[in-house]
């Protein structure tokens, strides 16, 4: 590759303005994606450019292109730290250098100057008790809330309120008309409140936990910790103190968080221990916010961001931690392209700015608690819930037997039983419904065998036209009448709707009052927000759900959770299905009993002997993971081995058929000597499960291999190819360690 493409003044918008040079003999092995170097530019001699990539042809005539001066090896500043990491990405989750670059660099985009303000509570605490109490009894929920918080804290930044509290500006102007409170200008931001920071003593545990991070973190030491701690043990109040800790010593800190699990309550537990230092990111920023946010933080205006996966690419000059919560969350892996995840990529970011990354789950994923085994990263244990030790008792409940008794309905009998004392207690209930795969898999009622694939122990998909595939290898069979493995004719596509469950309910217990929680019911902006407040302010006696109502929320009064037909996502077709379960399962049991009150969970299941469901019955991550990792090893599946899924699309099925052919015996040819050690492995190419998507016609091909390098080395053979498969109009995309199947 004598030719370089290099972008001048580095920003997202630049990135498709490239400028072509030469590359002379002596640096050609070291310039690469992601380099810094020294080149003419107009009359002007030694500017800074990035090179972003590298070709053998020319694009203008060779006598107008120019020679690289030198590679500057001056100190690292933001900016080539930014493309030296889309390099990376590029590099270990592939896509091209372009994608990387729009990935981590914000759009430039002006806002509006806005004026600061803050709400001030301006009549006595007992008269905003009083208008408190009317407020609830109407249920003006929105209203009681922020009279709940001014209560506290006096002061508010109407920012805070705005925009992250989601707390509208008629619901801010009926209390102004009222003479509750007043919007006044902040004067004077340096002096602003810092709003009442609630801090507890930490339990010896945590303590321990918070003590390893900082200690090594005054010594130099930057690592990588994994905070495994039971639901409720007081993670949250761990990775503040380490926070503390670290921004006292002049550093700045990213802490993701999964969006759902970004409610009120996390949001005013952060603001009120760090005030206005701490900025959120959220998917529904605009453009120009999401830019206003990246500036302050470059401006060294805020020490923390907090946000989903993209808040990783916060520029702060400073950076000294990053925090995953909830790390084993499936939203950390990007959906679109280039489809990296944020777990490697926080690590790398540590490694470029010498940080601490710091992990925290109830149910660790199998990468995460393997590392930590293996002694990559260190291991804090949280056995005990924070506030009361008592962990909730949980039973399974056999449908198979169920249906022997002749009992057809959604709730066994047992479940009607406790539902129906605690509504006599006045105590709550939540049923999750696990809907996970729901329209996929199919599963006998008689026996609860799900119809897997021979070659891949995986359960096969149903399509449109009845037959069973499998995600993984392919292999089809046309549509079954009856069991294969008992022979009952009771076989059929899985899946009971949430409506469903409400209807049932409401027959059973016509008095209770009964809010329900899916995609469904919470189209509306902060509909979200506003069931779970309801819940909690004890307007409903049972909470129906899908996975969002099991993301850590505290709802004091809820003794009793219900799951109904637990194995539903066993059966998804991929190697990720008994860990979901396993950690649906244990979070769904971790919201029962959560204050004083002891709490029960009723696992209704087909399968009662699954690993997946045993395991979180009893709550013992240790055995789920020892099984599951065998059969990880057994067939070479992540963390064991490494996947890295490619998929070709195009218009015309022949033509995408034939480039995917091609391009696989090209890459396969250029990296021969792996398939000649066994170090990789082929499957396909194929025919995707889903064989053409919006009508684009999809073919994958999977390699499998225990290196992750070997993969990034096919990818990179793929590299050189692109251009020929897009001139045919096919494209291509690659994925590696998948979440899910193609
Ligand atoms: P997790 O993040 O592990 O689910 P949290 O940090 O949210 O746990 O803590 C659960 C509850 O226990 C919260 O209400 C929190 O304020 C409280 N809590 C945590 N640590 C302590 C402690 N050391 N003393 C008293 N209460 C605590
Ligand atoms: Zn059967
Ligand atoms: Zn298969």
Redesign the pocket.
């Known amino acids: 590759m004598q030719y370089a493409d290099i972008i001048v003044d580095i920003s997202h918008e630049n990135i498709d303005r490239t400028f072509q040079y030469r590359i002379p003999e002596d640096l050609q092995q070291q310039v690469r994606p992601g380099t810094r170097v020294e080149i003419p530019f107009g009359n002007r001699k030694g500017m800074t450019g990035y090179v972003v990539g590298l070709s053998s042809v020319p694009k203008i005539p060779e006598d107008k292109i120019k020679d690289i001066l030198g590679i500057q090896k001056r100190a690292v500043d933001i900016d080539s730290r930014m493309l030296t990491l889309a390099a990376w990405i590029k590099e270990n989750f592939g896509g091209t250098m372009n994608e990387a670059l729009k990935t981590v660099l914000p759009v430039k985009k002006a806002v509006r100057a806005v004026v600061h303000k803050e709400i001030r509570l301006i009549v006595s605490e007992e008269e905003a008790e009083k208008a408190y109490a009317e407020a609830y009894k109407k249920h003006y929920v929105a209203k009681a809330r922020l009279i709940r918080e001014l209560i506290t804290d006096h002061v508010l930044p109407l920012e805070l309120v705005n925009n992250k509290l989601n707390i509208s500006g008629p619901t801010i102007n009926s209390l102004k008309n009222a003479g509750v409170i007043e919007v006044a200008e902040i004067k004077d931001e340096k002096n602003t409140v810092r709003m009442t920071g ?1 801090k ?4 010896d545990e ?1 303590r321990t936990a918070v003590d390893t991070v900082i200690n090594d973190y005054d010594n130099g030491r930057f690592g990588t910790y994994l905070v495994y ?10 990775y503040l103190e380490i926070i503390e800790h670290v921004i006292g010593k002049g550093k700045q800190v990213i802490v993701l968080i999964p969006e759902i699990a970004l409610t009120f309550q996390t949001v005013m ?1 952060f603001s009120r221990r760090f005030g206005n230092r701490v900025a959120f990111f959220n998917s529904r920023l605009s453009d120009g916010e999401r830019y206003d946010q990246y500036q302050k933080a470059r401006n060294g205006e805020i020490d923390i961001m907090i946000g989903p996966r993209s808040a990783l690419f916060t520029p702060f000059s400073n950076l000294g931690l990053i925090v995953i ?1 909830e790390e084993h969350e499936g939203a950390y892996k990007s959906e679109g392209v280039p489809k990296y995840h944020a777990r490697p990529v926080a690590e790398k970011i540590a490694e470029m700015t010498g940080s601490s990354v710091v992990l ?1 789950s ?1 149910t660790p994923s199998l990468e995460a608690f393997k590392k930590a085994k293996d002694g990559e990263y260190k291991l804090l244990c ?1 056995k005990k ?3 009361h030790a008592v962990l909730p008792t949980v039973k399974t409940v056999d449908l198979r037997e169920e249906l022997k008794k002749k009992n057809r309905s959604i709730f066994s009998l047992d479940l009607v039983k406790a539902i129906d004392d605690r509504l006599q207690k006045h105590e709550q209930v939540l049923l999750f419904l696990n809907r996970r795969g729901y329209s996929g898999f199919v599963s006998c009622r008689s026996c609860g065998e799900a119809v897997k694939c021979p070659h891949c122990s995986v359960s096969l998909t149903r399509h449109y036209d009845g037959s069973l595939k499998c995600h993984y290898c392919g292999y089809e069979i046309p549509e079954l009448k009856e069991c294969p493995s008992c022979g009952s004719p009771y076989i059929a596509a899985f899946g009971t709707g949430t409506q469903k469950v409400e209807e049932s309910v409401k027959k059973l217990f016509p008095a209770a009052r009964v809010l329900r929680m899916d995609a469904d019911t919470i189209k509306e902006k902060d509909s979200y927000e506003k069931i779970l407040s309801a819940f909690s302010n004890e307007e409903a006696d049972i909470l129906i759900g899908t996975q969002m109502i099991v993301k ?1 929320h ?1 709802f004091p009064k809820v003794t009793l959770v219900g799951i109904l037909a637990a194995d539903l996502s066993l059966h998804v077709s991929d190697y990720r299905a008994s860990e979901r379960t396993f950690q649906l399962l244990v979070q769904a049991a ?1 919201r029962a009993g ?1 204050a004083e009150l002891n709490g029960e969970v009723i696992i209704q299941t087909y399968k009662p002997d699954h690993y997946a469901i045993e395991t979180s019955v009893k709550q013992d991550y240790d055995s789920f993971y020892e099984r599951e990792m065998a059969y990880r090893k057994a067939l070479l599946y992540p963390p064991e081995g490494h996947i890295l899924a490619v998929l070709f699309y195009g218009q015309d099925e022949n033509t995408t058929f034939d480039v995917c052919t091609n391009a696989v015996k090209s890459m396969v040819d250029k990296t021969k000597a792996f398939f000649d050690n066994n170090k990789m492995m082929m499957n396909g190419p194929a025919k995707a499960s889903i064989s053409k998507k919006s009508d684009l016609y999809r073919f994958v091909v999977y390699f499998k291999s225990l290196d992750y390098g070997c993969l990034t080395e096919i990818c990179a053979a793929l590299d050189s190819l692109t251009d020929e498969i897009k001139r045919r109009g096919v494209s291509v995309q690659t994925d590696f360690d998948p979440m899910s199947g193609y």
């Open positions: 609630t507890v003593t930490l339990n945590q701690g039971v639901t409720g043990s007081g993670k949250t109040e761990v537990r919560d925290g109830a949280l819930r924070a506030k850590g505290d971790g959560r």
